[in-house]
Every structure is written in structure tokens, then in C-alpha cells.
């Protein structure tokens, strides 16, 4: 299997600008997460879907951010406008039944997001 | 409050030590407790996984859960240099399917 797939893996935009990151899950499972890590804050829970519908979104730091997953092969998260605030490591990753049952989530690479 | 309390380090040990990773959290309702191994520029990986109270170990890791307390525990072994690495402790409850990290424990074997 090929992993979650991110894009891009790196991003420089000026402020005011969209950014839009991509992730296709790994194939078969369920869940699909959206995590921001910082050195001041750790590795934040952004959003999860389960069967592509958005279950908890309260990570989600304000308006500026939203997430879609239009199936089960493909996600985006789109940071309009940006902000360099938003600089950041952006993981998505996926698990089959979810974290509940001590399912193991798989982690794609990071979108790394510059904002100047 | 964070729901989950880790200390960031750096923790710079030399090779053959053994390392103790600690991990505090407030959420009585979490049931599933993990560790994650990141290294640099990559995504975490799952390193070890308990459920409820007690020890499980795996080869020169050992993972500790005292529910009791709301605190959990990685040692490693004869740390080696590829050790070298940050380690998050991630729990999750029965019901939900998410799963919280700590901020994450940086870590340095020096040969």
C-alpha cells in the first residue's frame, strides 16, 4: 500500500493568499484526520470524518480554515485568507474503525506551510 | 488545562542509558493509550499500545498505564542512537474515535 498521500509536501504563500492541502487516505479505511503541529502547541487535532462525513470540527481554529472530503479517496483543507500564524506542519492521516477501539492511525508525510 | 500534559524535553542521554518518557492527562474516559514515534521530517508512527492499566512490553520498550493516577510511561532500554527521535503519547476514549496527543518529548542518544 502506498500510505496517506499528502500535496504539496512544501508551501511558501504570502499572507492574504489560499492555501488549499490535499489527502488521499489509504484505501479501505474509514476515518480520516487532520492534525497541525507546531514546536509551541505539539500535534493539534484539526477535524475527522468517518465515511467522509465530518464528525468533531472543534479543533479548528477559526473561520479562515475548512475541510471537505467529497469521498472516500480524497480530502482538502483550505486556509483562506492565510496568515503567518498558520505556519505550520499539516498531517492528514487515517485508520480503519477510528482511535476508539486502539486502532492504529496512519500518517502521511506533512504539508509544511510557510506564510510570509 | 491541555488534556494531555508532556513534558517537550530536549532529553539528551549517551548510548545504554535507560529512558523514561512520561506522559499526565485529566480525562478519566480515555481507555487506549499509545506511543508514537516521530522522526525528523516525517509523520509519526505508531511505536507500542496499551489498553487500560498495566505493562506491556516489546523488545527493549516498555510501556506503563496507571489509570489510577492519569499517568503513562515508555522506557527504553539500552538506548540506542536510532532512537533518536520525538516521542508523543496519544489516547483515546471507547466511544468517538479520535485520538489526543501530547505535545511530544524530543530525544537524543549520543554514541
Known amino acids: 500500500d502506498a500510505g496517506v498521500i499528502q500535496s504539496p509536501r512544501h508551501e511558501v504563500t504570502e499572507m492574504g493568499q489560499e492555501v488549499t492541502l490535499r489527502c488521499k487516505p489509504i484505501s479501505g479505511h474509514d476515518y480520516l484526520f487532520w492534525y497541525r503541529q507546531t514546536m509551541m502547541r505539539g500535534l493539534e487535532l484539526l477535524i475527522y470524518?468517518?465515511?467522509?462525513?465530518?464528525?468533531?470540527d472543534s479543533g479548528m481554529p477559526e473561520d479562515r480554515f475548512s475541510a471537505k472530503m467529497p469521498n472516500a479517496s480524497f480530502s482538502t483543507l483550505k486556509i483562506q485568507p492565510s496568515e503567518p500564524r498558520d505556519s505550520a506542519v499539516y498531517f492528514c492521516?487515517?485508520?480503519?474503525?477510528?482511535?476508539?477501539?486502539?486502532?492504529?492511525?496512519?500518517f502521511g508525510e506533512g504539508s509544511w506551510l510557510t506564510v510570509v | 488545562q491541555k488534556e494531555v500534559e508532556q513534558d517537550p524535553g530536549p532529553l539528551s542521554v549517551p548510548e545504554g542509558a535507560i529512558v523514561s518518557l512520561n506522559c499526565t492527562y485529566s480525562n478519566s474516559a480515555f481507555q487506549y493509550f499509545m506511543w508514537y514515534r516521530q522522526y525528523s521530517r516525517k509523520g509519526p508512527e505508531l511505536l507500542m499500545y496499551t489498553y487500560s492499566s498495566g505493562n506491556k512490553e516489546d523488545g527493549r520498550f516498555t510501556a506503563q498505564v496507571d489509570k489510577s493516577s492519569k499517568y503513562i510511561s515508555l522506557f527504553i532500554r539500552d538506548s540506542q542512537p536510532s532512537d533518536s527521535a520525538t516521542y508523543l503519547c496519544?489516547?483515546?476514549?471507547?466511544?468517538?474515535?479520535?485520538?489526543?496527543f501530547g505535545q511530544g518529548t524530543e530525544l537524543s542518544v549520543k554514541p
Open positions: 492521516a487515517s485508520s480503519f474503525r477510528g482511535a476508539s477501539s486502539g486502532n492504529t492511525i496512519y
Open positions: 470524518f468517518n465515511n467522509n462525513v465530518p464528525i468533531d
Open positions: 496519544a489516547m483515546s476514549e471507547v466511544q468517538g474515535g479520535k485520538l489526543i
